[in-house]
Structures are given as C-alpha cells and as structure tokens.
C-alpha cells in the first residue's frame, strides 16, 4: 500500500472515529443528562443553563484551544490536531439535528455503558490513526510542557476541573453514573488504542539512523540508543537506533522512518514494563526519554 492510500485510511479513520464519538455522546450522553469531561464536559457546562446547543460551544471552545495549540506548540501540532477538533463538533451538530431530542433509551445504566462504549471507540480510534482529539487536550500539554507534570496526570486534573461544576448541576445518581462513564470510555479508549499494542521497543537498522535518530529527538522528544551491530550476510558494519516509545507514538514512529528511509528495518518489541524518567516519575528539564503522550 502506498503512502497516498495509507494517508487516506488515516483521515478515514479519524474522521469515523470522531463521528462514533459524537453518536455515542448525542444518543446517550447529553439525551439523559450525564456528564463528563473534555471540551464535551465544557459543551453541556454551558449549554444546560443557557440553552446553546453543545456543538456550537464544543465548536468555539476546540477553535480557542486550537488557535492557542498553534501559538505555543507550533504548526504541525495544529495540523494534526485540525480535523478533530472541527469534525467532532460538526458531526455532533448533524446527529442532534438527525435526532431531534428523540431518545433512544431512557435506561440510565444502558446510557452510561453504551455512551462510554461508543465514546471510547470513537476517541480510540482517533488515538491509533496517530492523531489528537484536541480541544481541552491543549491545556493538559501545556501543564506537561510548562509544569513538568505527566500527561496523563495533568489529562486527569483538566478533566476533574471540567465535572466538579457540573456536579453542582446534575442530580446525585446522574453523577455517580458519570463517573462511572468516565472510567468506562477512558477504559475503552485504553483497549482500542492499544489493541495488539503496548508500551514498545523499537530498533531501526538503516543507512540514514543519524536523519532517524535526529527525527525522533526532535518531533517526539524521546531518548535515543545508537547501537553498533555487524550485518550477517554481508558482515558490514551498520548501526541500530533504539527507543523506548509509548504505544500510542508507534504510528508516528513508523511514518518518520519510513519517509526518511523507505527501506529501514524495524523491530517492534513489546516491553511490560520500563521503569525511568518520563516513565514512572516525571522528567527533569533535559531528559533522556520524556513521556509525552498519554500512556
């Protein structure tokens, strides 16, 4: 398959996934007043006291996070964060238009697995096409960039700033139930994006490993091993790159390599666990290997 065809299923996928998402939060989420976090959790903040439909508030508040994505972490993070965070919003605008506040189950219990269910796939399969969601996802970027704190902590400070007022507003099982949502979709986004995938080695034999390893340092701010090794069959002398990435930065990984050396050899292991800076405690100003993605 080509590089063309590869692109295409790529935007295909985020495109589907952002569209799943927004189904499972028009049909199961809004409809029977749950919350939640992420520019969502925003939406329904301010659209359940003021009437305005939640896509036009996820709308404005994914254009303000993008514009500020683009200041402080620059174009190609606006890039691959663009489609999401308008086809999100707009997917969500057609099916509550499609839907016109029918209900599909007045069941809180089948609203809460089914919304999380659909949610996770939907943001899942954004994550395993390498892109971002967006949205309140800048902010937990810029506590990691600016503060140091890991992502998926600051992720989860954004997201409890996000449901504790609508707390004051929703009654007490919705929100019980919310909570439980919250882990299930965070839950299914963990499985969908890391279906046959973990926490990963990998080794890159090319004749361009200094443009590879350079590549890696710098667009993923992650560690890098230059290894020496001797080919078998010809006995030539070769160098290997090796880093330990996040799972969800092996997509990313193997589009790098490949545009850079279309014939590179990659090794893909998968590690139980790593225990060092970026990984089990935060980073120091100039790591080695900095966690940069959700793990």
């Known amino acids: 398959m080509n590089r063309k065809a590869k692109e295409v299923i790529r935007i295909l996928m985020i495109i589907v996934g952002n569209v799943i998402d927004a189904i499972g939060f028009v049909l199961f989420v809004s409809a029977s007043g749950l919350i939640m976090g992420g520019s969502s959790g925003v939406g329904l903040l301010i659209s359940r006291p003021t009437g305005i439909p939640t896509s036009a508030v996820v709308f404005c508040v994914n254009g303000i996070m993008l514009l500020l994505g683009l200041v402080v972490f620059g174009k190609k993070f606006a890039l691959s964060t663009i489609l999401s965070s308008f086809c999100y919003p707009i997917s969500m605008a057609i099916v509550e238009s499609a839907m016109a506040d029918r209900i599909i189950t007045e069941d809180i219990f089948l609203c809460t697995v089914m919304g999380g269910i659909l949610i996770g796939l939907g943001a899942g399969m954004v994550l395993r096409a390498g892109a971002s969601s967006g949205g309140m996802d800048v902010p937990a970027l810029m506590m990691n960039k600016y503060l140091r704190i890991p992502l998926s902590t600051a992720v989860y400070i954004v997201d409890i700033a996000i449901l504790l007022p609508q707390m004051f507003q929703t009654p007490g099982d919705k929100v019980l139930y919310g909570i439980v949502l919250v882990l299930v979709y965070s839950t299914v986004i963990e499985k969908v994006s890391l279906i046959g995938r973990n926490r990963v080695e990998v080794q890159i034999i090319s004749n361009k490993s200094d443009l590879i390893r350079d590549a890696i340092i710098r667009d993923l701010d992650r560690g890098v091993t230059m290894m020496k090794g001797r080919s078998g069959y010809l006995s030539r002398d070769i160098e290997v790159v090796m880093s330990v990435i996040s799972s969800r930065q ?46």
Request: proline share 9%.
């Open 250 to 295: 092996l997509s990313r990984v193997e589009r790098i390599v490949h545009q850079i050396d279309p014939t590179a050899f990659l090794v893909v292991n998968r590690v139980s666990t790593v225990v060092g800076e970026g990984f089990t405690y935060p980073s120091a100003p100039d790591p080695v290997v900095e966690e940069t993605s959700a793990s």
